[in-house]
């Protein structure tokens, strides 16, 4: 699990945020071996790669699953074993992720599954990671964590932005009406519990 931080503003003004590189580091392991591998594609295969505006090199949707294929010998599917390789942009749905990145989900073989954090969506160098997970559901999640207080009162954020309480209470709460912001230091600022007002400490889940 990685630790999910409060950035608040003012009271009643903030949002929740996971470092991107804790929480692929929470549910994966880079595979420096297929890095190599893919970063060399460009100049001995003949798949399809795109220079941005930054001179950056990057493969396309197409050039990844090409070369999944070639690489293990199976045809790249979804995460769940069927239709085709899935890839995504977290600025198009609400995140609690601290940056927008594009990310490539593949599984190439029975017990394979891959991110690929590059795609047509997203200029940079990409890199390649063995998903380590014990449930593959949270291959894409990155807008749910679990929250407590010293109360045990519990909680779960849903879309990076809504607060429900498992009990005691009923409905959602926007995340950012119950940020608190003590004496105005941001560096103070916690979620309050809907059902006691005291602070929530939010996890990410992988299992």
């Not at 003004?13 to 060399?40: C, H, K, M, S, Y």
């Not at 601290?98 to 029975?110: E, K, L, M, Q, T």
């Not at 063995?130 to 291959?139: F, P």
């Not at 926007?174 to 608190?180: E, N, Q, S």
Request: charged share 25%; with cysteine.
């Amino acid at each position: 699990m990685a630790l999910v931080t409060v950035i608040g503003v003012r009271h009643r003004d903030g949002w929740l945020q996971v470092d991107t590189t804790d929480w692929l580091a929470d549910r994966a392991q880079p595979n420096d071996d297929l890095i190599a591998w893919l970063e060399t594609d460009h100049d001995d295969h003949s798949l399809s790669w795109i220079r941005n505006g930054y001179g950056v090199l990057y493969p396309t949707t197409l050039a990844l699953h090409a070369w999944m294929r070639e690489r293990f010998g199976y045809e790249p599917v979804g995460i769940y074993g069927e239709d085709g390789i899935y890839s995504t942009l977290t600025t198009n749905y609400d995140s609690l992720l601290s940056d927008d990145i594009g990310y490539v989900f593949a599984r190439c073989g029975p017990e394979k599954l891959l991110i690929v954090t590059a795609n047509e969506f997203w200029f940079c160098s990409p890199r390649v990671y063995d998903y380590t997970a014990s449930d593959d559901a949270y291959a894409l999640d990155t807008g749910t964590a679990l929250g407590a207080c010293d109360a045990d009162h519990h909680c779960e954020i849903e879309s990076g932005a809504y607060l429900i309480a498992d009990t005691g209470s009923s409905g959602a709460y926007r995340v950012a009406d119950r940020v608190r912001v003590p004496f105005g230091d941001s560096r103070r600022a916690y979620i309050a519990c809907i059902t006691c007002g005291r602070a929530l400490r939010f996890m990410t889940i992988t299992d």
